[in-house]
């Protein structure tokens, strides 16, 4: 309850009931079934799979503008005691890990292809039988450069293995793209640093950075994409080589750019003097999840490119 003197820091504040949860939920269901008919490559009637899930996106932005900033407005008013904060550390603390969940899948069906799978087909291990029956002249090399039926499944042209140490890493994009993202997470923890000492100058700078490198890395990722689908004959219907690849870089893309858009956000936050040495949880939210986003490149960049191809 609001008094003269502000709300009372003593009561665990609850806002009232909105229609934010349900407009989140029906744009996440056109955005992503969209995505999920553009995927199967289930055409019906030209580009109304990518028409959908745009507008699903746009609604999904415009419901985390509104929220977001209604969450920001209450923080300013005093809404937001000790015992709500802590809420909110526990609440991206299960996002985060739900994340982990999330690539822990996709990690782990490469894994089980890899290892499994592939192993079966070309008649090894317990149930090298499926091979016989399936696949009977399958070769068991990683990555899978023969398709069964080319015609439906293009064959890979060449694979992403990076080159023979030494200079050629210098240009070689994956290995680029990790540099930048090891120097992002060094940056973004410098503007953490000087929101101690409330140097709004030395805070916009190295968030300014982040979000910099970040831009950087997105826009390497298009040009990795182009070369692969233009050059390399590596798409996303190049058999499971293919599907993996895309997959897993892709969400990951996809999870760098709402990371750089959170962090954008933040970076016009300070330059209203929004966060103190001690009352700053939407910077320190936003770097955790970008230095989520980070530790996932290590792994993509070790098992997907440099062991993977």
């Not at 949860?21 to 990518?50: D, H, I, R, Y």
């Amino acid at each position: 309850m609001a008094s003269a003197a502000g709300p009372d820091q003593s009561v665990y504040y609850v806002p009232a009931q909105g229609w934010y949860p349900v407009w989140l939920a029906f744009g996440l269901m056109l955005m992503v079934t969209g995505l999920a008919s553009v995927l199967n490559m289930q055409k019906t009637g030209g580009s109304a799979e990518w028409t959908q899930s745009l507008v699903g996106f746009a609604i999904v932005a415009f419901v985390f503008f509104r929220w977001f900033a209604k969450v920001i407005q209450e923080n300013a008013e005093g809404y937001n005691n000790a015992q709500l904060k802590k809420s909110y550390v526990w609440g991206m603390g299960w996002f985060i890990f739900s994340e982990v969940m999330f690539f822990a899948a996709f990690f782990g069906a490469l894994f089980y292809v890899r290892m499994w799978v592939v192993p079966w087909l070309g008649g090894e291990g317990s149930k090298s039988i499926v091979g016989d029956y399936l696949w009977p002249e399958f070769e068991a090399t990683w990555p899978v450069v023969s398709n069964p039926n080319p015609e439906i499944f293009e064959n890979p042209g060449q694979s992403m293995a990076p080159p023979a140490l030494g200079a050629a890493w210098l240009t070689y994009l994956p290995f680029l793209n990790t540099v930048i993202l090891l120097s992002s997470s060094v940056t973004v923890h410098m503007a953490h640093l000087a929101i101690n000492t409330q140097e709004r100058g030395k805070i916009a700078g190295w968030l300014g950075c982040t979000v910099l490198l970040g831009i950087i890395f997105l826009g390497l990722q298009v040009l990795e994409y182009y070369e692969a689908y233009a050059h390399m004959g590596l798409t996303l219907a190049s058999g499971i080589y293919g599907s993996t690849f895309f997959i897993l870089t892709g969400f990951h893309g996809f999870h760098v750019t709402m990371g750089t858009v959170i962090l954008l956000i933040q970076f016009f936050r300070v330059l209203k003097g929004h966060f103190k040495e001690h009352d700053c949880f939407g910077f320190e939210a936003a770097s955790w999840y970008w230095h989520f986003v980070d530790v996932v490149w290590l792994g993509l960049f070790v098992f997907v490119y440099v062991l993977g191809s």
